[in-house]
């Protein structure tokens, strides 16, 4: 595989990056992440232009270095996506190090072939240590960038469960989870493939060429995702993920700074029943703890604390255990005995049918229909 077979890709994906790019660049709001998205989205198509560039044209640099920017790149976008409050820093650009240093040197070097092909990457020269060098630290920016990511969107699905009462891609970045794993399992079979080349000369082609494919495909997924996400909102206002674990764990121990007195707590969780009890909020489905803070006047990290110290539920699995109920009681009831089970779920809060199984599941041990089926039986006779 050589890099004219490459070329059709790479017109492609160019092209297709270019005009996601300005897609994404004209969204409004213009949020940090969508300027980070829309970097990342121009850079893979720079990245495109120069290796055509390069291969065709002149010598612009001597090996690639844009590729160190996608780590950080990836880990950036997702914590302004799980904090839209966030700023972005003048510290945050300490990420990109690495690729400020290997710009220099290929660019400083670029007369020089440090290696035309993977096969002589083990070459010994002077250059040696430096290829040695970009090898280790490429491997270990997408390693660590993709661990990052992921546990930042982990932290950020499970911040969702304090916060709001149903599950909705459109806030859970499972699409982001997706696509971090599937970067950085791309880039391992690379990086695999590149050592058995370099050991064993045994792959038929160049496996970094690989890599344009990757970039092109990668290119579209993200853009065309990233185009349809939506702005994650403060939900509620003033709730970010920093703030919320500032709250949890202040002074090292959980709450261990909230100033709630354990009298004003249980009056807090009395209240909070009884307005469950009474007005029924979890009849709609877009329930958050914001609201409830709202009507009953109670402060919204004080509900996440006596929930969770009292009650030992987060938000989500509070509200959506008194949405079961409510199943449980219209399907008891017979009026409601010519409605489907799911009619019957969305109309209690649900929103995601998926959700609903799983939860009413773990609540009763029994499937939906199973529940029902057992209600519908005659009793067996002794």
């Known amino acids: 595989m050589t890099m004219d077979y490459i070329e059709p890709v790479l017109y492609i994906g160019i092209s297709q990056s270019f005009f996601a790019g300005l897609l994404i660049a004209t969204r409004r709001p213009f949020t940090t992440a969508n300027r980070i998205m829309t970097a990342w989205v121009f850079l893979f198509c720079i990245e495109m232009i120069f290796a055509l560039v390069n291969h065709t044209v002149l010598e612009m640099y001597s090996f690639p270095f844009i590729s160190f920017t996608y780590g950080p790149l990836l880990y950036l976008y997702v914590r302004h996506m799980a904090n839209p409050s966030l700023k972005y820093q003048l510290w945050h650009t300490l990420h990109f190090i690495p690729f400020f240093v290997f710009f220099a040197v290929s660019v400083i070097f670029r007369s020089r072939s440090f290696f035309d092909d993977l096969s002589g990457f083990f070459t010994f020269d002077r250059f040696t240590p430096l290829r040695i060098a970009y090898g280790v630290c490429f491997f270990l920016s997408v390693t660590v960038y993709s661990i990052l990511s992921f546990i930042q969107i982990r ?228």
């Open 155 to 382: 932290r950020h699905q499970l911040h969702l469960r304090d916060i709001v009462s149903y599950t909705s891609d459109k806030i859970t970045l499972n699409w982001m989870k997706i696509l971090s794993i599937t970067f950085y399992v791309g880039y391992v079979v690379v990086f695999i493939l590149g050592g058995i080349d370099i050991i064993a000369g045994l792959v038929p082609f160049d496996p970094y060429i690989l890599t344009f494919f990757f970039v092109a495909s990668f290119s579209f997924a993200y853009s065309f995702y990233a185009i349809r996400q939506p702005e994650i909102l403060d939900y509620p206002a003033g709730s970010s993920m920093e703030e919320h674990e500032k709250e949890t764990l202040a002074g090292g121990g959980k709450y261990a700074k909230s100033g709630l007195r354990k009298e004003q707590a249980e009056e807090y969780l009395t209240r909070l029943l009884n307005f469950m009890d009474e007005e029924k909020p979890y009849l709609d489905g877009d329930m958050t703890i914001h609201h409830l803070s709202q009507k009953t006047g109670i402060p919204r990290h004080y509900i996440t604390e006596v929930l969770n110290e009292k009650y030992g539920r987060n938000f989500f699995t509070f509200v959506n255990e008194y949405r079961v109920t409510e199943v449980i009681s219209r399907i008891n009831d017979p009026k409601y005995q010519h409605y489907t089970i799911l009619a019957i779920a969305f109309d209690a809060g649900f929103n995601s049918k998926s959700t609903f199984n799983t939860i009413f599941k773990a609540y009763t041990g029994k499937t939906p229909s199973e529940y029902r089926n057992n209600l519908t039986q005659p009793p067996e006779k002794v």
